[in-house]
């Protein structure tokens, strides 16, 4: 495992963007050059190659600037590039898994689904794998508030609302 005084050897870090940058010359010619933009985009996610290993830049940055070498990151605002230390927190896959944006073709809230009844509006939350039915309601507003207030309360920091 490479260690945060390995990568402060090897690399600048821009805190304002989380772009880090080779500090020695990391190949033979034709490689990168000291203060060329590390790594590649690669499936979403900014890659880095430190000898035969590919790292996640967004693991590398979080480890250059706090000394922690996390199994697990979110982005807090839901952009994969954006690896920025302020914009990264560790978390676990369930954590991780509330922060996801999730596409569905509906013009509901999240968490609002219709029902022909007379409240049509039904709010639930699924929480550590098991639905929560929270209630039935005249407006769609009002029972995507009801999914707010309990995204709020089980899922703290993590909860998305959209």
């Known amino acids: ?12 870090l ?5 772009v880090m940058y080779w500090n020695v ?7 990168p050059k000291i203060g060329d933009v590390a790594g590649c985009l ?10 035969t290993k590919l790292y996640q830049r967004s693991h590398l940055v979080f480890l250059f600037y706090t000394g922690i070498a996390a199994k697990q990151l979110d982005h807090r605002n839901r952009i994969k590039i954006d690896d920025r230390p302020d914009n990264l927190r560790t978390a ?11 596409s569905k073709a509906s013009c509901l809230p ?6 022909d009844r007379l409240n049509p509006f039904r709010a639930d939350i699924q929480v550590n794998g098991c639905p929560i039915y929270l209630g039935s309601f005249p407006a769609a507003e009002l ?20």
């Not at 821009?14 to 989380?18: A, I, K, N, R």
């Open 110 to 115: 999240k968490g609002v689904t219709w029902r």
């Open 143 to 162: 029972a995507h508030a009801a999914y707010c207030a309990a995204a709020e309360r089980h899922f703290g920091e993590f909860a998305r609302f959209a």
């Open 25 to 31: 010359r990391p190949g033979s010619r034709g490689g």
């Open 92 to 102: 676990t896959t369930t954590e991780n898994a509330r922060n996801a944006i999730w």
């Open 1 to 12: 495992m490479i260690t945060q005084e390995r990568l402060k050897e090897l690399f600048n």
């Open 42 to 51: 690669s499936r979403g996610y900014w890659r880095i190659k430190i000898g």
């Open 14 to 18: 821009d805190p304002e963007t989380g």
